[in-house]
């Protein structure tokens, strides 16, 4: 076995290389390059972060709905700190020893040699006086932010707001490090990556005492930061704001979008907050207040609520029927104050009978659409009612209703259109008829639609017939276009022509005086078109709902507007809906005594 | 007793001197490295120091223990100790606790103990007691691929952990064999394949599969001399690939140009064998063979660096072969590691001046990268020395290997050389750029219990067996 005993010379030979390579290696290193020398003697690395402004937020007139305000944050590398003035300290601060020596055990069982954050977002007052006084407190220093102001107060739950990032964030994102702030709801988020703008990176070489004296390799590993890129919203501050003014005593929303582009003019929910409540150190305390409210203001219901939209839905099925053929706008049902069938009864009110289309939808007879949705659903081009079921449900789809509309919004809802299959749970396949879901004729019953997708539907009735996806936000600074979907008309399946009868009810349901349903939505100088609606509510007064678009020629505003037991239609909604498409189109209100009624709200002797 | 005298008289005191010259060398390093001015008690049990001079103080009795062992233990239970720790190994899988990432520790009454590092040392017995076996034949297939898989075994195990960098470890065990007898040749065709590696990783397929194509021409023009195989070669090659290529633009098929050659050469493939077969031509078949190994090992190494390795080793690969230049990303340690190290001059800073490592810029300072404290604060004359010793302690085990009469004791030495020598070579190479990044520590010096103490019973289970070394004949 050892007669490869040769090979011993070999190995050593191959250790002796090794040796010699890596001393001649180590000797190019330490003596002969001085470039490793310089860059660490004495003097070492610091790579400072350097935040970026984000971006603005404008109305759609320009006006700044979200800015910027500088904040510092007051750091400490515990290895520079020598005996200071406490009290002096705690008295510029406004803290006690006892916090400040906390902090600094704190700061000095993270890193003894790496800096941290000693106390967050002190003010700028507190700033200046404190750098007058920097010298006197070595290991101190300033870093700066930005943090959010809102010179309009409005507008909370569209906006979104700003809070420090999470660790799922961070191992979703490498961006983001502790400590960076990123958008959490509203527009701050779904546009976060073109508000955040570039974190920029300043390699700088420090002495042993943390005093910058130069940059590394001449700048070469920096890079500047990148303002964030400012967006211009769809919001009319004005309007938005006169909405949050008149809704005040009411639990509810509204939305206007404009029909011709799908903008969201205003999307006011309330109860709201302020946005100021939810900026820099007080954030966490104050959501924590808001979130435990019983009236829940953090939640948006404009965008995700679901109610069912009681009578305005009556213009969907009038306009399935008519494109189906199921009926004319001559055709007639009489109304007996309801409607009967065998032991079934489904009410209405009094009223002129037997009506036309046009008229059943100024009245808002009841009678009349649960004929109609009767016909839709007994069709006898249909073999059976899931058939009939599953076509009309077809066409309620393409209202943009039981979707997501594609909003650019992050927490849009779908609502909920049930399925054939729905009812073939509850009832056994093939073991319902018309009869069973006879409320989803007036809208009631198992559905659910957000106040967005009503305005969405009364924007798709002011243009006859297609939709644009309503949008909040117009544009990016730099970018002249949006998403490619925002610039689409989506075409419901049902012919222009029929819209014209639905527009007409509309018309006649605010300005056609005896019978209509809206009458307090009349404006003498505009034509508004609206239809009411009552939802009803099993635990209260029942919700007062409203859709309009004004004017009925070349529509420029639609709106929906949804108040929680606020009883008829007409009571609440409509009233409020007048006066926002007044202010919209003309800016100021003739109707102050419409206003002084809106405003008193909801009191005991209604 | 006859014996114990004797045991004293041949102990090697060189060695031992040099073992404690590295420990002490080792932890007045760690010292450094992990120094800051308000707690420098040495005895300081919360910092690594203080931890390090336990461990080491039960190394030395642990060393003094494992000496006073009868060398016929070692013998006799070489393959049930390695069954052993295999079995340790297939238990840290399932029950270890996992530090970053890896399930590779025992938890044991607050200590943590690595087996991956024992299994060292049973696999080295294990190799040795095989290979004095009376019947071992190195040339024969049958042993050699029992030693293959002696040596696979605790390696895969370890990479399932997983642990990479400890699983490299197991290919020092080739040194260790070729000091056996193994096959010249087959280690310079493993050289071979590492420098094909390197090169797939640097340039582009398509470039190697031309180039390999040539080599193939030039080696066939060199066998034969003849112009008609080549002329017919080339025409039969460039019929097919244009064939195919054609096929591709008639149908929209969009392969890229390596696939394409490569399929052509495959679909000649069996023209030309056919052809070498009939007329016997053995040296073509052979080149044959040899290209389309080359080609399948391109391949699988694109496809493994491409898909199966994960994205910060292939940073690492990189960084190493200059592909990649991140001084704040993935080559940061190395950076910083260079920068102590050249920071250092020729004779350091000083002890405990060390601004890079005082100012925690060097990440892992007291394990993997302990050798940038030595270059920073002892500067080259440090470093030098230190490299030094290690040389010297290896030609001095290669000396004492030599001097063993029992195949067994020779061959168990080469392990404990090999071993040691990956772990320098690894080490060192990593903190000054020379090889990518491999958490591996470096013997005797770096903070680790496990590590520290595996190697001493490495060490000292060597020097038992030249102790008696004119006793034993097996």
């Known amino acids: 076995m050892n007669t490869y005993a040769g090979r011993k010379y070999i190995v050593t030979g191959i250790i002796l290389l090794v040796g010699l390579i890596y001393v001649i290696r180590l000797f190019s290193l330490q003596v002969l390059d001085s470039s490793y020398k310089f860059s660490a003697d004495s003097n070492s690395r610091q790579t400072k972060h350097l935040y970026p402004a984000r971006g603005l937020i404008y109305d759609r007139n320009g006006q700044i709905l979200v800015n910027n305000e500088a904040a510092y944050d007051l750091m400490v590398n515990p290895s520079q700190l020598r005996s200071f003035d406490t009290l002096d300290f705690c008295k510029i601060l406004n803290i006690t020893p006892e916090d400040v020596l906390n902090k600094i055990r704190e700061t000095r069982n993270y890193s003894y040699y790496k800096p941290s954050v000693f106390l967050k977002q002190i003010s700028s007052v507190t700033y200046a006086v404190f750098q007058e006084k920097m010298y006197k407190f070595p290991g101190f220093f300033v870093q700066p932010r930005t943090l959010r102001s809102y010179p309009k107060n409005i507008a909370a739950h569209v906006l979104g707001y700003v809070g420090e990032v999470d660790e799922k964030a961070i191992e979703q994102d490498s961006y983001y490090q502790m400590g960076d702030y990123v958008g959490i709801s509203g527009i701050e988020k779904s546009y976060e990556n073109e508000l955040r703008g570039e974190k920029g990176r300043k390699i700088v070489l420090v002495d042993v005492y943390n005093r910058e004296v130069g940059s590394y390799q001449g700048g070469w590993y920096d890079h500047p930061p990148v303002v964030g890129k400012d967006i211009v919203s769809t919001l009319d501050a004005g309007l938005q704001e006169y909405g949050e003014f008149l809704m005040q005593k009411f639990r509810g929303s509204i939305a206007a979008i404009e029909p011709s582009t799908g903008e969201i003019l205003a999307l006011v929910t309330m109860p709201n907050y302020s946005p100021d409540l939810l900026i820099g150190r007080a954030r966490g305390n104050n959501y924590k207040i808001l979130s435990e409210d019983t009236l829940k203001p953090l939640f948006n219901r404009a965008l995700m609520a679901q109610y069912p939209p009681g009578s305005t839905f009556k213009t969907v099925n009038g306009l399935i029927a008519l494109q189906e053929g199921v009926i004319s706008p001559l055709t007639e049902f009489e109304c007996y104050m309801g409607y009967y069938f065998e032991n079934i009864r489904v009410g209405c009110h009094s009223h002129d009978s037997p009506l036309d289309f046009i008229h059943a939808i100024q009245n808002s007879c009841n009678a009349y659409f649960t004929n109609v949705f009767r016909r839709i659903l007994t069709d006898p081009k249909f073999s059976n009612t899931e058939e009939a079921y599953n076509n009309w449900r077809q066409y309620v789809i393409s209202f943009g209703f039981g979707n997501l509309l594609g909003t650019d919004f992050v927490n849009e809802l779908k609502g909920f259109v049930p399925g054939s299959d729905y009812y073939d749970g509850i009832y056994g396949k093939g073991h319902w008829n018309f009869l069973t879901v006879r409320s989803l004729a007036i809208g009631q019953g198992e559905l659910g639609i957000t106040p967005l997708q009503m305005a969405n539907l009364s924007a798709i009735i002011a243009n006859r017939g297609y939709y644009y996806i309503p949008h909040v936000v117009k544009g990016i600074e730099d970018e002249q276009e949006i998403d490619e979907r925002f610039i689409v008309r989506n075409y419901v399946k049902i012919d222009s022509i029929h819209f014209e009868k639905v527009v007409e009810g509309m018309d006649l349901a605010v300005n056609g005086g005896r019978g209509s349903t809206a009458w307090r939505a009349r404006m003498a100088d505009i034509i508004v078109c609206g239809k009411t609606g009552t939802a009803e509510n099993p635990h209260g007064e029942d919700h007062s709902i409203f859709i309009a678009f004004a004017p009925k020629e070349k529509p420029e505003i639609a709106v929906s507007v949804y108040v929680e037991n606020g009883g008829f239609g007409n009571i609440w909604a409509a009233p409020i809906a007048s006066l926002v498409i007044e202010k919209y189109l003309k800016d100021t209100i003739s109707r102050s005594y419409l206003e002084e009624y809106v405003l008193k709200g909801i009191t005991s002797d209604q | ?474």
Not at chain 2, 41 to 59: E, M, P, T, V
Not at chain 2, 137 to 166: C, E, H, N, W, Y
Not at chain 2, 213 to 218: A, E, F, N, Q, S
């Open chain 2, 1 to 474: 007793m006859k014996r114990r005298t004797s045991l004293v008289k041949g102990i090697d005191w060189i060695t031992i001197l040099i073992f404690l010259l590295l420990i002490f060398f080792g932890w007045l390093n760690i010292y450094a490295a992990v120094y800051n001015e308000q707690n420098h008690n040495i005895f300081d049990l919360s910092q690594r120091y203080g931890k390090q001079l336990i461990w080491i103080i039960a190394a030395i009795f642990l060393a003094i223990v494992v000496f006073l062992i009868d060398e016929k233990f070692f013998f006799f239970f070489s393959y049930p100790i390695y069954g052993l720790s295999i079995l340790s190994l297939l238990v840290v899988l399932l029950v270890g606790k996992e530090i970053h990432g890896s399930r590779s520790w025992f938890e044991i009454g607050g200590f943590n103990l690595q087996p991956s590092e024992f299994a060292k040392i049973a696999t080295s017995l294990a190799l040795a007691k095989y290979m004095s076996s009376y019947n071992f034949r190195i040339d024969k297939l049958k042993p050699v691929m029992t030693l293959f898989l002696l040596v696979m075994l605790p390696m895969v195990l370890i990479a399932l952990q997983p642990d990479l960098g400890s699983a490299i470890i197991f290919f020092s065990f080739l040194l260790a064999v070729y000091r056996a007898g193994f096959s010249e040749i087959l280690l310079l065709i493993a050289v071979v394949f590492a420098g094909l590696f390197i090169l797939t990783l640097i340039i582009d397929k398509l470039f190697i599969l031309s180039g390999l194509i040539i080599i193939t021409y030039l080696a066939l023009w060199f066998a034969e001399r003849k112009v008609r195989y080549i002329a017919g070669a080339l025409i039969i090659l460039g019929i097919v690939v244009g064939v195919i290529f054609g096929l591709n633009r008639l149908f929209n098929m969009n392969m890229n140009y390596y696939y394409i050659f490569a399929a052509g050469l495959l679909a000649s493939l069996p023209m030309y064998l056919v052809y070498a077969i009939r007329k016997r031509i053995r040296n073509i078949i052979i080149i044959l063979g040899c290209l389309l190994i080359s080609v399948l090992f391109t391949f699988s190494v694109d496809y493994v660096y491409h898909d199966i390795l994960q994205e910060h080793q292939q940073q690492r690969l990189n960084v190493l072969l200059g592909l990649e230049s991140d001084p704040l990303g993935h080559g940061y340690n190395v950076n910083q590691s260079k920068i102590a190290i050249g920071s250092g001059g020729f004779a350091g800073k000083g002890f405990l001046n060390g601004t890079q490592t005082k100012f925690d810029f060097v990440p892992e300072q007291s394990t993997d990268f302990i050798f940038c404290t030595v270059g920073e604060e002892w500067g080259f004359i440090g470093t030098s020395v230190v490299i030094g010793l290690f040389i010297f302690l290896f030609i001095r085990l290669i000396f004492i290997a030599e001097r063993q009469r029992s195949d067994f004791s020779r061959i168990y030495g080469y392990g404990v050389i090999a071993i040691l020598f990956t772990h320098f070579t690894i080490n060192i190479g990593m903190t000054i750029g020379l090889l990518p990044v491999i958490g591996i520590p470096l013997p005797f010096f770096s903070y680790g219990g496990s590590s520290l103490w595996a190697f001493t019973i490495l060490l000292f289970i060597m020097l038992r067996l030249d102790a008696v070394r004119m006793e034993l004949l097996r």
